[in-house]
């Protein structure tokens, strides 16, 4: 019988790329992948354990929490404030920053983490996932403050999802490619089943909510429209569209087999005074780290999102990424209708 790689081995195995390294990036990934393992079980009993629902609270967005929701968030918090590693950790379901309780060590990372993204599609049984992303604290810094957050997404040394799907599986990447691990229920052990993964160029499946067509801007709209009229249109063949509405299932299908997600900025998000629906340090840089990794793009339609150089800590942002001829497409529509405004 052949046991394969366990995500175990394989992180040992990075830290050895680095003959400085301490270890303690190490247990920290090893801390991430025990919570996701955990909230993976609370997922997987859902009606069982009268864990889905609404809790009656709000987060900082004003969005409705679901009560697993806030689980995966505490779960997510206990896994990883003890073990030393972080100097502190920022959620999109708090408000501030997670400052660690005192009686715990200061460690050299922080950690940023959307702990139970689609939360939509927990009461119907439809995945959803974890994203979390890892930066250096910087030098010095022993009480992070908001500001301490605030770097572009360039700067994640590492960023991964958890997926509860059919199976869980957990994609990550230091920089170094991407790999995907499932879940062995029997053993309990995440094992390498998807290593090197890389996204098409090409793709004729695209991701979008269409119900807010009315509201995109002109470039968008162009390109849908012409998506739409497949064969008989500019494009010349047919395109095939998907919406889970959970990002990480959503990303992690185009990680599979190519396509382009687009949450793009719109009349009804702009009313808001929002920059766009999507969060830029829980789901826009993780994600997009991965997916440029795996050899496609990532940009608002008018810049890499990795680029963007952070405002606030809840900042949100439009997100057009996937197979990179698809993107780039996006991208020079968008280019084209600045210069002819
Ligand atoms: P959440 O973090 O509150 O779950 O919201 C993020 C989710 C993404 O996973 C998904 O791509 C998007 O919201 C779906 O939005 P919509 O319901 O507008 O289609
Ligand atoms: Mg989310």
Same mark, same amino acid.
């Given at each position: 019988m052949h046991i394969g790689t366990s995500i175990t081995q394989y992180i040992i195995e990075e830290e050895r790329r680095y003959s400085d390294a301490t270890g303690d990036f190490t247990s920290l990934l090893n801390d991430i992948v025990i919570a996701c393992k955990v909230i993976s079980n609370a997922v997987n009993h859902g009606r069982l354990a009268g864990v889905l629902g609404s809790a009656d609270t709000e987060n900082v967005q004003g969005e409705t929490q679901k009560k697993l929701d806030v %689980?995966? $968030?505490?779960?997510?918090? /206990?896994? $990883? /404030?003890?073990? =030393?590693?972080? *100097?502190?950790? *920022?959620? !999109? !379901?708090? !408000?501030?920053?997670?400052q660690l309780p005192e009686q715990y060590p200061r460690g050299r990372y922080l950690l940023v983490f959307d702990p139970l993204d689609g939360s939509s599609n927990i009461d119907v049984n439809i995945s959803v996932g974890t994203i979390f992303s890892i930066l250096r604290c910087p030098q010095g810094t022993t009480d992070p403050t908001e500001a301490d957050f605030l770097q572009p997404g360039t700067q994640q040394v590492c960023a991964g999802y958890a997926l509860y799907g059919s199976a869980t599986m957990m994609v990550l990447t230091t920089g170094h490619g991407v790999n995907g691990f499932t879940l062995d229920q029997s053993i309990g052990e995440f094992t390498l089943t998807h290593p090197g993964m890389e996204i098409p160029a090409d793709t004729r499946e695209f991701a979008i909510n269409m119900s807010n067509m009315r509201f995109w801007e002109p470039p968008m709209?162009? &390109? %849908? !429209?012409e998506c739409l009229v497949g064969r008989d249109g500019p494009r010349g063949v047919d395109f095939n569209m998907r919406w889970v509405a959970s990002m990480v299932a959503d990303v992690h299908r185009i990680l599979c087999r190519g396509g %382009?997600?687009? &949450?793009?900025?719109?009349?009804? %998000? /702009? *009313?808001? =005074?929002?920059g766009g629906k999507l969060r830029l340090l829980y789901e826009a840089n993780p994600m997009s780290f991965i997916v440029e990794?795996? =050899?496609g793009l990532s940009s608002t339609g008018r810049r890499r999102i990795l680029e963007v150089q952070p405002e606030a800590l809840h900042q949100r942002i439009p997100v057009i990424l996937g197979s990179r001829h698809e993107v780039g497409r996006v991208v020079d529509y968008h280019t084209e209708a600045a210069e002819t405004a």
């Open positions: %689980i995966s $968030n505490e779960l997510f918090l /206990e896994c $990883n /404030e003890w073990t =030393g590693h972080l *100097a502190a950790m *920022a959620s !999109e !379901e708090m !408000e501030e920053v997670y709209k162009r &390109y %849908i !429209e %382009i997600f687009m &949450y793009p900025m719109d009349a009804k %998000i /702009e *009313a808001k =005074g929002q990794q795996a =050899g």
